[in-house]
């Protein structure tokens, strides 16, 4: 059991750690919105990866191999959707900029619930395939231990617990940046810059091909 939860921890921190374009989604919905957006997102990117874990647990030999030819097509639905993300991150971050410089113009959009927001970051992260292959590969080989129901319950827990405290703690991060750049030019800052990167990532996601 206690192999179980160590490999489930480092599976999940593995899967989690590595800065990408979700990380810095999360912190910039963090920034320019509010810590409860900000966590909802990775509780979306937790959620996932805590799905991914089961069913590498419960058929990762079988799905691995049957998702690898839908690869390239998934990493080009995820990089489309980051673009259209960037792309309303920006809008918003010049609509919020124009109302502090003219509060008798059009009110800023309103920021989307957190249970929207958690559900974006959910279908976005399960676009990638290669959070099942991580975890097959993990189970496959035999880095998880789980001999019975028990101990491979304890794995995908802990993945999930593993995933959902590294995400919490960017979201955290950015609603702290959020709170030293209260002011017009540094909350445009921070919106230009997070949407941006993210831009950037998903342009780069989509000439891996």
Same mark, same amino acid.
């Given at each position: ?7 489930g ?17 999360i912190?910039?919905?963090?920034? /320019? ?8 997102? $990775?509780?979306?990117? $937790?959620?996932?990866d805590?799905?991914?874990a #089961?069913? $590498?647990?419960? =058929?990762g030999a ?7 030819? $839908?690869? =390239?097509?998934?990493e ?6 980051l673009?259209? %993300?960037?792309?309303?991150? @920006?809008?918003?971050t ?6 502090? /410089?003219?509060?008798a113009?059009?009110?800023? *959009?309103? *920021?989307?619930? *957190? !249970?929207?927001?958690y559900?974006?970051?959910?279908? @976005?992260t ?7 292959v991580?975890?097959?590969? %993990?189970?496959l080989g ?9 101990p ?6 802990a ?6 405290? !590294? ?9 702290? #940046?959020?709170?030293? %750049?209260t002011?017009? /030019?540094?909350?445009?800052l921070?919106g230009?810059?997070?949407?941006l990167?993210v831009?950037?990532?998903?342009v780069?996601?989509?000439l891996?091909?």
């Amino acid at each position: 059991m206690t192999d179980a939860l160590l490999s489930g921890l480092l599976a999940g921190y593995g899967i989690a750690v590595p800065v990408g374009a979700i990380s810095v989604l999360i912190v910039t919905i963090a920034s /320019r919105v509010s810590l409860a957006r900000g966590l909802a997102a $990775a509780l979306g990117v $937790a959620t996932a990866d805590g799905l991914y874990a #089961l069913l $590498a647990l419960i =058929g990762g030999a079988t799905l691995a191999p049957l998702l690898a030819p $839908a690869a =390239g097509a998934l990493e080009l639905a995820a990089a489309a959707v980051l673009v259209l %993300l960037a792309a309303h991150g @920006l809008r918003a971050t010049l609509r919020t900029h124009r109302a502090d /410089r003219d509060p008798a113009g059009p009110p800023p *959009p309103a *920021p989307a619930s *957190p !249970w929207r927001t958690y559900a974006s970051l959910l279908g @976005l992260t399960l676009l990638n395939p290669f959070t099942v292959v991580y975890f097959s590969a %993990l189970v496959l080989g035999g880095r998880t231990g789980p001999g019975s129901l028990g101990p491979g319950l304890v794995f995908v827990l802990a993945a999930f617990a593993a995933s959902a405290s !590294w995400q919490a703690l960017l979201a955290t991060g950015g609603a702290l #940046l959020r709170r030293l %750049l209260t002011g017009p /030019r540094g909350r445009l800052l921070t919106g230009l810059t997070g949407n941006l990167v993210v831009l950037a990532l998903a342009v780069r996601l989509a000439l891996q091909h």
